[in-house]
């Protein structure tokens, strides 16, 4: 048996001339959270889809414990759950009836599936609109029962396709606590997600994906060391004085930093340490610091440190 | 944990499950039928309405009297009512596919074809609705059935066997275009001609000649004389062995057609 719930080797997907996916290799480990980041349109779907077994690889291979995607895809569907970006869920149906139709569909009897369906909507805050017509749930109850019903079986493997766009604040920290429990029984969850928050608070380890290709992979530390260990942020005393202060700094940190719009200066550097240095040329230069910011790198700077773009430029680029 | 809780390790689900599967995707159609009651609104209308229209527009014009006419008129609606009910697996089909439960189903360890035979399974009650309420049309207007209970029992069971087996026609039909209403559009464009063009309302012999010879080919025609027969005096004739083979045939050929174009995109 292998170590890992997921193993991808060279993926390929095109539509049409659009190579989707082109060339993804990664390796979830069991029991782990494991994100998948990058802005829209990057692969991320296509690629859980793939797996999901909703969409057929052009190239290279898919294995979900083992089992190749295409080959048993059987077997793989009894091992995984899937929550897309869409809601699958019967609109015409009630919370409650669509819980014991999927239930009785993994082969529950009637009275079983109808228990697991109330301990579900209880679970998921949902009881008081069980028997309501889904039309009138907010997008948070739909994709809190898009989960439930991806629970009745609680599956080894979970796909969450962007589980918390579109959700407001509360409903979000819900669903990373969902989240965060389903790993702590032992399953292993593959999220996908644009917010570099969230890879960086769930995921164990993170695959940054770019038009359809891994870019980066590692714990969320490991990619954070990869741009440096933390990010100086300098405002001096007036603005006219950030081009000479940016000279020192260049001499003293060995990186020529950068001026933002705000007159800011911006250097990675290695250890707080080396800013001992850099204040007292300052003094000696007859410059004053207004505020002084050493900050950890978030994985906004990661995305911008390998693609060279933000991950909201990267968004805005494509379709 | 999952594999236990299947105890199975199959790469496809067995016959039983799949019966059982289908059966569950018949009652998800049946419950939202409960909760959308209006979906019937076809099977409830049409057999009310087309008989108390026909039988008094027409009845005086090709029977005498309307209650004359309901003999030859009673059959050919249940025919025409039955079949244009069995359109609807092919836009229920339509309608399912493009939704994002189908995405859920798709995922689901079990058997491919279960919506689909789901699907289809549930609608023969749309048939057995249309049967009971035209037969219950039939009875407040005065018809008087010579075959007894045993023939309209006999010609409800045939006409519903037989939609069941057209059904597979417009399901085909429904997993190939691309929207419900362009189901509905292409299966009318087949079914207003397929059953006016027959002997479901007025004897062939009143037709021009060109139409009296498609009125006569006309497989629906067969359908309609059998019912006839078995609702008039209980016999047994040509016609209903002719309409068995025939719907057999459609089965036969669309059924493999409709699951695999199925399957292709399942």
């Known amino acids: 048996m292998t170590e890992y719930a997921v193993e991808i080797d060279s993926l390929v997907k095109m539509f049409g001339d659009n190579r989707a996916v082109d060339g993804v290799t990664l390796r979830v480990p069991k029991g782990s959270i494991y994100g998948v980041l990058g802005p829209n349109g990057a692969g991320k779907t296509t690629t859980i889809n793939i797996l999901a077994t909703l969409l057929k690889p052009d190239g290279g291979s898919a294995k979900v414990f083992g089992h190749d995607v295409r080959k048993e895809a059987h077997t793989v569907r009894r091992m995984i759950g899937v929550t897309g970006q869409y809601a699958s869920v019967d609109e015409s149906l009630s919370a409650t009836e669509n819980l014991i139709v999927f239930g009785m569909l993994l082969g529950l009897k009637r009275k079983k599936a109808a228990e697991r369906a109330a301990e579900l909507l209880e679970e998921f805050g949902l009881t008081d609109a069980a028997n309501r017509p889904l039309s009138k749930f907010s997008g948070g109850m739909r994709r809190r029962l898009d989960i439930a019903a991806s629970l009745i079986v609680v599956p080894a493997l979970m796909f969450l396709d962007e589980p918390t766009t579109g959700l407001d604040p509360r409903t979000r920290a819900q669903m990373w606590d969902t989240i965060r429990t389903l790993a702590a029984k032992g399953s292993t969850v593959m999220l996908t997600t644009q917010y570099l928050d969230e890879a960086d608070n769930l995921a164990d380890r993170i695959a940054v994906i770019d038009r359809g290709k891994v870019i980066a992979e590692g714990t969320p530390d490991e990619l954070k060391s990869s741009v440096g260990s933390s990010t100086l942020i300098l405002a001096m005393e007036s603005r006219d004085q950030s081009a000479r202060a940016r000279e020192i700094a260049s001499d003293v940190l060995g990186v020529t930093p950068k001026i933002t719009d705000a007159g800011h200066i911006v250097a990675p550097i290695a250890g707080a340490g080396a800013v001992t240095d850099l204040l007292i040329r300052f003094r000696e230069a007859g410059l004053g610091v207004q505020t002084i910011t050493i900050k950890k790198p978030t994985l906004d700077e990661v995305f911008m440190a390998i693609t060279g773009k933000t991950s909201e430029d990267a968004a805005e680029g494509e379709p | ?266």
């Open chain 2, 1 to 266: 944990m999952t594999d236990a809780a299947h105890g199975k390790t199959a790469n496809r689900a067995g016959l039983r499950e799949s019966v059982r599967q289908t059966s569950v995707m018949a009652y998800r159609v049946l419950l939202r039928i409960r909760r959308r009651p209006e979906e019937l609104a076809d099977v409830l209308i049409q057999p009310i309405l087309f008989t108390l229209m026909f039988a008094y527009i027409f009845g005086g014009a090709i029977s005498g009297d309307p209650v004359s006419y309901l003999p030859l008129l009673i059959p050919g609606i249940l025919v025409q009512s039955v079949i244009m009910g069995s359109v609807s697996t092919g836009a229920g089909l339509r309608d399912d596919m493009d939704k994002g439960v189908f995405d859920r189903f798709r995922s689901l360890p079990i058997a491919r074809a279960a919506p689909l035979a789901g699907a289809s399974v549930a609608n023969i009650v749309r048939y057995a609705i249309v049967v009971a309420l035209t037969f219950a049309m039939g009875a407040v207007m005065g018809l008087r059935a010579e075959g007894g209970l045993i023939g309209i029992l006999a010609a409800g069971l045939l006409v519903t066997a037989v939609a069941w087996c057209i059904s597979w026609i417009f399901a085909l039909i429904g997993v190939m275009v691309r929207s419900a209403a362009g189901v509905t559009g292409i299966s009318m464009i087949i079914l207003f001609p397929l059953t006016f063009l027959s002997n479901a309302f007025v004897p062939v012999d009143t037709l021009p000649p060109l139409l009296e010879t498609v009125a006569t080919v006309n497989p629906v025609s067969y359908l309609v004389t059998a019912v006839r027969e078995l609702v008039n005096g209980a016999a047994i004739t040509n016609d209903l062995w002719l309409s068995i083979a025939g719907a057999a045939v459609i089965v036969l050929i669309f059924a493999p057609l409709t699951v695999r174009a199925y399957m292709r995109k399942a």
